[in-house]
C-alpha cells in the first residue's frame, strides 16, 4: 500500500476518550493472520464495535452516526502492548488519517508514522478541549498542518504545536516510505560515489 502524501488535513473528529488502549484493543489478535496491510479495517476495536453474535453496540462511538471523520482522538497512552504493527494497519485502513492524544506509545507511533498514519501529540489540557468541542458539536473540524507542525479547531478556535522526527516528517510530506526515501537520494548518492571514486589513492605516511 503506497504512502499518501500528508500536508494538511481539515476534518471533523471521532472521539475515543478512553486511556490506556493497547495493541489488541485496536484489533485483536485472532485477526492477525493476514500478511498484507488491507482489511484490517474490518476488525479495528473489534470487540468494543461488535457483541458475540456479530451484531454493531450501539454504544460504541464508531457505531454513533453523531461522529465521522479522519481524526481519531484517543485517550492518553494510545498504542500501548505488543508490538504489532497490525494495529497501525487497521486505524489507517478504517479511514482514519490523524490519531490525537496526549502520549503515544513508542514502538505504535513509529509503526504509525512508517505507514502514513499521522499521529500528534498534545498537551492534555489540549486534548480535553478537542473531546469537549467534539462532543458538544461533532460538526466542528480541525486542521492538521504538516508543514507548520500545528494542529488548531476551526474556524476561530484554539491551537498547538506539536513535535515530529524531521525524518518521518518529510517522508509524510512526500509520500514517501524508507524505500522511496533512498531513492530519492540517489542523485545524492551517486554524486558522493563520484567524489569518492576520484579521490586520490592514500598509499601511506609520508607518501
Known amino acids: 500500500m503506497p504512502i499518501e502524501k500528508f500536508i494538511t488535513l481539515i476534518s471533523t473528529c471521532v472521539p475515543l476518550p478512553i486511556e490506556n488502549v493497547d495493541t489488541d484493543q485496536i484489533v485483536p489478535a485472532r485477526f492477525l493472520k493476514a500478511t498484507t496491510r488491507e482489511g484490517f479495517g474490518e476488525n479495528l476495536f473489534r ?5 458475540n453474535a456479530g451484531r454493531p453496540k450501539e454504544d460504541f462511538v464508531l457505531n454513533n452516526q453523531r461522529y465521522g471523520g479522519q481524526v481519531l482522538l484517543a485517550g492518553k497512552n494510545f498504542g500501548s502492548g505488543s508490538s504489532r504493527e497490525h494495529a497501525a494497519w487497521a486505524i489507517k485502513d478504517y479511514g482514519f488519517r490523524v490519531v ?8 505504535f507511533r513509529n509503526n504509525a508514522l512508517n505507514n502514513g498514519l499521522l499521529t500528534v501529540q498534545v498537551s492534555e489540557d489540549f486534548l480535553a478541549k478537542l473531546f469537549e468541542m467534539t462532543e458538544d458539536d461533532p ?22 504545536e506539536f513535535e515530529i522526527n524531521a525524518y518521518k516528517k518529510k517522508c509524510l510530506l512526500n509520500g514517501y516510505d524508507d524505500i522511496d526515501y533512498l531513492l530519492s537520494m ?8 563520484n567524489i569518492n571514486d576520484m ?3 592514500q598509499t601511506g605516511a609520508g607518501n
Do not use: T
Not at 492524544?101 to 513508542?106: K, N, Q, T, V
Not at 466542528?140 to 479547531?153: A, M, T
Not at 540517489?186 to 560515489?193: A, F, V, Y
Open 139 to 160: 460538526s466542528r473540524k480541525v486542521k492538521v498542518d504538516l508543514e507548520k507542525q500545528e494542529i488548531s479547531v476551526l474556524p476561530d478556535g484554539p491551537g498547538e
Open 199 to 201: 579521490s586520490p589513492v
Open 186 to 193: 540517489r542523485d545524492r548518492i551517486k554524486e558522493w560515489e
Open 47 to 51: 470487540d468494543w464495535r461488535f457483541d
Open 100 to 107: 490525537v492524544s496526549s502520549f503515544f506509545a513508542d514502538i
